[in-house]
């Protein structure tokens, strides 16, 4: 098992910034894929960015690419999202996942979330 928490959510002014951390424990060495997730009220759930743990392959959701920057610190098993000039429709629960197949469509671990609010 692998076991993910989210820290750094928080209120923030349109065109603010914030830094979600996800601390991962466990089998970490079964992972192959880490990305984070949003969901905003009466909306589906959304991968926001997501790379493979060798770091190859990177993707980014149109809505956030040049404001946003997904990293990790494999030695401290970290997962970070750098999210800059954030914008009302930014708005949602953000989750951390992780999955074992890095071509697989299917997250086997996921975080509880942590709650990004943009004021406009």
């Known amino acids: 098992q692998v076991q993910l928490v989210e820290s750094g959510g928080g209120v923030v002014q349109a065109g603010g910034s914030l830094r979600l951390s996800c601390a991962a424990s466990g089998r970490t060495f079964s992972m192959n894929g880490m990305g984070w997730f949003r969901q905003a009220p009466r909306k589906e759930r959304e991968i926001v960015a997501a790379f493979s743990w060798s770091g190859r392959n990177t993707y980014y959701t149109d809505s956030v690419k040049g404001r946003f920057t997904i990293s990790r610190d494999n030695a401290k098993n970290m997962l970070y999202l750098q999210m800059n000039s954030l914008k009302p429709e930014d708005t949602a629960v953000y989750y951390c996942?992780?999955?074992?197949?890095?071509?697989?469509?299917?997250?086997?671990?996921w975080g509880q979330g942590t709650q990004v609010t943009v004021s406009s």
């Open positions: 996942a992780a999955k074992r197949e890095a071509a697989s469509s299917l997250w086997d671990y």
